[in-house]
C-alpha cells in the first residue's frame, strides 16, 4: 500500500515526511533504518579517515596523506547522497553524531595515535564490514523495485571496493627494501 506520508522512527521519535516517489510504506519503513545505519557508518568511517590523515606519518607520509584525503572526500560525498535520498524516501537521517556511534557498523575509534599499519587495518575491517552491508541492502533494495536507490548503492559499493582494494595494497609487505651497503 502507498501513501503519501510514512511514518518513521527518527532519533526516538516518529516523524511524518512524504514519500513523493510513491514506493510502498511498508517497504519504506523496512529500508530507511537500513540506509541510515550506512548512512550513520559512513559518517563515522569519514573521521576516521580523516583522523589517519592527519595523523599519518612516515616514509609514505605524502602518498597516504593524499590518500586518505581522497577516501574521506569520497565518502563525505556519498554519504551526504545517501542521507538525502534518504529524504526522497520520506525519512530523515540521523544527524546526531552521538547517535552516528551507536547506530554504527563498527565502533567509533579511541582518540591518539596508533602505527600507520594499524590504522589502515582499521580503515580496511570497517571497509569490509560497510561491504558486507551494502551488498545485502542492494539486494533488499532492488527485491523491492527502489531501482534509485539500487544504483546510487551499486555506486558506493564501488567506491568502497576501491578503497578496500587500495587499502590491501598500502598493507603489502615491502618489496623494496634498503639497499645494502
Do not use: C
Not at 540506509?35 to 563515522?44: E, P, Q
Amino acid at each position: 500500500m502507498t501513501n503519501s506520508a510514512t511514518q518513521v522512527e527518527t532519533n526516538g521519535r516518529l516523524v511524518s515526511r512524504s514519500n513523493p516517489i510513491g514506493l510502498p510504506d511498508e517497504y519504506t519503513e523496512q529500508s530507511l533504518p537500513v540506509l541510515d545505519v550506512h548512512v550513520s557508518s559512513m559518517f563515522v568511517l569519514f573521521h576516521q579517515y580523516q583522523k589517519h590523515h592527519w595523523l599519518v606519518f612516515g616514509p609514505q607520509f605524502r602518498d597516504l596523506h593524499l590518500y586518505l584525503e581522497e577516501a574521506y572526500t569520497q565518502i563525505h560525498e556519498d554519504l551526504d547522497a545517501l542521507a538525502e535520498r534518504m529524504t526522497v524516501l520520506g525519512g530523515i537521517p540521523t544527524s546526531s553524531p552521538s547517535r552516528q556511534i551507536e547506530l554504527s557498523l563498527f565502533k567509533h575509534e579511541d582518540e591518539g595515535e596508533k602505527p600507520v599499519r594499524e590504522m589502515l587495518k582499521a580503515d580496511l575491517k570497517a571497509e569490509q564490514l560497510v561491504l558486507r552491508h551494502l551488498r545485502d541492502t542492494i539486494a533488499m533494495v532492488s527485491e523491492n523495485g527502489d531501482f534509485g536507490t539500487e544504483k546510487l548503492l551499486k555506486g558506493i559499493l564501488y567506491n568502497s571496493e576501491d578503497r578496500a582494494h587500495h587499502l590491501e595494497h598500502y598493507l603489502e609487505k615491502n618489496t623494496l627494501p634498503p639497499a645494502s651497503a
